[in-house]
């Protein structure tokens, strides 16, 4: 397994000098105070608990994976004392407001601490994410003495949650589920039906499991404006906070899955559960939003931490391992061979990896400072606004495209390792199969791109991309003097022009035929990811640039110049092709009859 | 896991209406006649079994996988008895020449075969492709009395074989092989030293196993000059062909790995056992390579094999899940849903797979053409040589773009299936992770790039990729009129020409600085690919024409056309991204020093 160590530098980077969160904390309102050095205390804490508490966890957790038996399921070792540690030491309540019991920090510090828990063991952090379902339903729809009940132990650790959504014929379609609500004398509801793909949905970490489940109120209305959101604990919770009764809610099976296999997904059982309302009835989708685009965004951080986990094994070998010489003459002389990191083909996929890393770490930060800004407001309505529908804009893109690129990064740190990289010994293809669900679960990437382009761009009429598109082309006519970055400029120029372009001439085909947006959809979010993260070097670039002018020696400062370069020359490049294919038309996809689809 | 049923109609297709494989096989010299209909007959026994007693075991070759305990190997259940029909029926014998104790068929009639072993089950296929090593070894390096001794038992499958290259600090780079052979007073060998990655190194299917082993005679030079080969058999066959003493040949450990679990991967240590030279001293690596190009174009058809068997799958969900409505209007008003193949995106994910599917099946049977005419001949010295020509161009294209696009195919595959297809049961995520495997071993695409660009193009100062274009360029002229063709052809052209102005503008970059061929490498392997897949489809496009043209009703010839037309408009243009990334040049890839890729 490679050791995972936190890339403090990198992160420091993005933090202080491009995002310059402390200000950005200040500008907040309301919230706690949060010096750099704090921050900076809170992450390296972050790291050494990552490193030396869940690392090691990691293999053991994917090699022994989860058993079920009798309706019980056994986690792997050392996966429950690891959580404790974790709700003891404070982690789980970071970014849970001071008046609800949590310590009031923003979103983006709570993101900054996953990135290293996740790339550290991710199958172990989904038990911290899942926890934090109920968590967040809670702070959004939740009574007094809802929140009283569940969330003190939640936020201690103590408790666990889930979000129950699936069910075996409804997972993108959710307004097709079938699980029953009957409302009870008491007030409370009988929840009746099965939930499958339940991460966490049973498990020997904690005491209580508090579901937080989407249902239909008997004689509700059909789809998806009939459905409600209840919480239905394990057990029953007395009045003291103690467990009590067991509620019929059991796990019939858990998965054999690709990967993540230290984290439990179960097949949930309702059998007239208790289910206690969350907001309104048939209100439960709004919420159950709320908690969704969390997950979309905690779903693109599993892309950013394991392709930092696959980049750091793959860097790590590349330099130890000795094959062939440079074709320019032996670079060490004295060994057998050279160490591969010389060859051009192998520091092609190291800074593919990089530069798809590094972007997606400043891409997410700054998706944190915008939800941070959505969460407070900084006292100005309009820059809320602006951040509210550049989160809405971003989001499916940082969850579909971050994933996607990720998946192609593992799988360069896995190549790296040629032969070794297929052994699970190195742990490079658990990586690569750890990362493979991130593209379906939370939506996946079809799901997002009709997101983006439905409802987000053609929803607004085209301005959330306006949004968006404005702020690169300001940035652009502010740096196109710039003779560093005048070459960067100008392609993010171009590509920018060519989205809304591309964006407008889709708008006209759309409304001849539907399916021509689901035709161009995966197309046109990749071009938008691509786009985005033009954005998003080309601003590392100038303030690396800023820095060497200011006569920094650092050599951090120079190798992300050199990255923003290589991700400008060979990899923004792709947006051609993804033009190309999502002008090309629904026709060459929806003409063959179905029955000639066939072998 | 789903149904594997073999796609006859699309093999015939490539073998009658494309290749005409009949009137190939009677312009073999001195090849065994061999009609239509009886090729026809193979391939339906071939079917059958693959079908009936391969594919069932597939799952349980993944569940079960191989087990190590003291120097033995347990290979899955029903493994050795399907391995012992395979041999009894003659299979293994199939190519190999009448004089040699085999049926004398062409390979590429093995090829097509093996096609649909592979997708049935591709970790047992592994032990027929294996067992085929020796086999190759001694038909093109062995003495009279050596083939005596091992083909005969070999080709009845009741012996197996191997590949005994990789050692620990020597995978690419084969120079570095330490293995070392001392002659013995009997004009034998004692071969010491460890090999590693040794797919069927030791199992319990056969009764002996016959190692092609590379390794160093004391004394001989350095690098790859000083390196033989040798056949291993793990007991010393007496002289009535029995088995007699044990040599001292020992599995060690078997690897635990991402796939092809069924396959025993195996660490080898050989203690002075005893070897016998094939071949001249020294020149080990040219028998050698004879097999190395056969097993390129076999983990080729690796690629075609897994592709199929999840395009099959996910094609067969496509139609039965359903979930939400069609954006044109419900297409199946009585369900609770409309199928998913109604879904623009999912349609685009299974055309994909066609695409690359079929192409990939149209290309790799026509390279087992070319290998018939090489093995053969035709009586003209010029179609030989431009066969070898072809073939020696063609190879690494095939090897790592045929595995490359099956790796994307597969993963359309499980995307297709949703969460479901993280779950083992469904048996996506299985040829994910079996296929990912292809693109490293047998060379990685890198070193295949390397083969390509240096060796194949530059080596030949252009002569084999003209070979090629040529050919093209001939096909376009020949079928710029017909209007049916004409965008195709505009298409193909435009890249066959494009293609050979960045070869040149390479070559002269290339000449300055050696390190721009490997940075160019993949991505101009990648635009070759797809510009063959181009040439591939023109001409399946222009065969399912003219039957169209004759008045065939047959649905199979439109949806021939149409996949033609997506392959054109949808997967083609990912060369303008390959082109500009190679363009880009080595400096982007070189001038950020060692040292400062660091985390």
């Not at 972050?46 to 019980?72: I, M, T, W, Y």
């Not at 100005?380 to 690129?405: C, M, N, Q, R, Y």
């Amino acid at each position: 397994m490679p050791a995972y160590k936190a890339p403090l530098r990198d992160m420091q980077f993005v933090i202080n000098d491009l995002l310059e969160m402390e200000q950005h904390y200040r500008s907040l309102t309301g919230c706690t105070e949060l010096s750099a050095d704090t921050l900076n205390a809170i992450i390296e804490s972050g790291a050494q608990f990552s490193q030396e508490v869940l690392a090691p966890l990691n293999r053991v957790g994917d090699e022994q994976g989860c058993h079920f038996e009798n309706g019980k399921v056994t986690t792997p070792d050392g996966f429950k004392e690891a959580f404790r540690q974790f709700g003891a030491d404070g982690w789980q309540s970071l970014s849970v407001p001071e008046s609800e019991g949590g310590q009031g920090l923003p979103s983006s510090v709570g993101m900054i601490v996953n990135e290293m828990t996740g790339s550290a063991n991710w199958a172990w952090s989904m038990y911290t994410g899942l926890a934090n379902a109920p968590i967040t339903c809670l702070l959004a729809g939740g009574s007094t003495e809802q929140k009283a009940t569940y969330l003190p132990r939640l936020l201690t650790g103590e408790w666990a949650g889930t979000m129950c959504l699936t069910e075996a014929h409804c997972g993108s379609d959710v307004g097709l589920l079938k699980t029953k609500a009957t409302l009870n004398a008491d007030g409370s509801y009988s929840i009746t039906g099965t939930k499958i793909f339940i991460s966490g949905g049973e498990q020997d970490i904690t005491e209580n499991i508090i579901h937080a489940v989407l249902a239909r109120i008997e004689g509700a209305p059909k789809g998806t404006k009939g459905i409600s959101l209840f919480i239905v604990p394990k057990f029953l919770v007395n009045d003291d906070g103690s467990c009590g009764d067991r509620n019929p809610v059991n796990c019939g099976a858990i998965e054999k899955k690709m990967g993540i296999k230290g984290s439990a997904t179960c097949v949930m059982n309702f059998d007239g559960a208790k289910g206690f309302l969350l907001g309104e009835e048939n209100e439960g989708l709004k919420i159950m939003f709320e908690m969704m685009n969390q997950a979309r965004i905690g779903t693109a951080l599993q892309g950013l931490s394991l392709g930092e986990a696959a980049y750091q094994g793959s860097l790590t070998y590349a330099k130890e391992r000795l094959q062939m010489r440079s074709l320019t003459g032996a670079k060490n002389p004295e060994g057998g061979a050279d160490p591969i990191i010389v060859h051009p083909d192998v520091r092609r996929m190291l800074l593919t990896q990089k530069a798809f890393v590094e972007g997606s770490r400043a891409f997410l930060y700054w998706l944190g400072q915008l939800v941070d800004e959505t969460d407070f407001g900084t006292g100005d309505e309009v820059s809320k606004k602006e951040a509210e529908d550049l989160l809405g804009f971003l989001t499916p893109i940082a969850k579909a495209f971050v994933t996607e690129t990720a998946f192609e990064s593992t799988n360069h740190g896995l190549q790296v390792f040629g032969g070794h990289g297929y052994i699970a010994d190195h742990g490079m293809e658990q990586i690569v199969r750890d990362t493979r669900i991130s593209m379906v679960y939370e939506g996946t990437t079809g799901i997002q791109a009709l997101d983006l382009i439905g409802r987000k761009v053609m929803g607004s009429g085209g301005e959330l991309l306006r949004v968006f598109t404005k702020r690169v082309h300001k940035f652009c006519e502010a740096n196109k003097e710039n003779p560093a970055l005048s070459p960067m400029v100008e392609k993010l120029a171009e590509v920018n022009r060519e989205w809304g372009e591309l964006t407008v001439s889709l708008g006209e085909k759309a409304m001849q035929n539907a399916d021509e947006v689901g035709a161009a959809s995966v197309d046109y979010l990749m071009y938008s990811g691509y786009v985005v993260f033009a954005y998003i070097w080309a601003r590392m670039a100038l303030v690396a640039d800023q820095k060497i002018n200011a006569g920094s020696q650092d050599a951090f400062y120079k190798a992300k110049m050199l990255t923003a370069k290589f991700y400008f020359d060979r990899l923004l490049p792709r947006t051609k092709a993804h033009a190309a294919a999502l002008l090309s038309g629904a026709e060459n996809l929806m003409t063959l009859p179905e029955s000639d689809f066939a072998f």
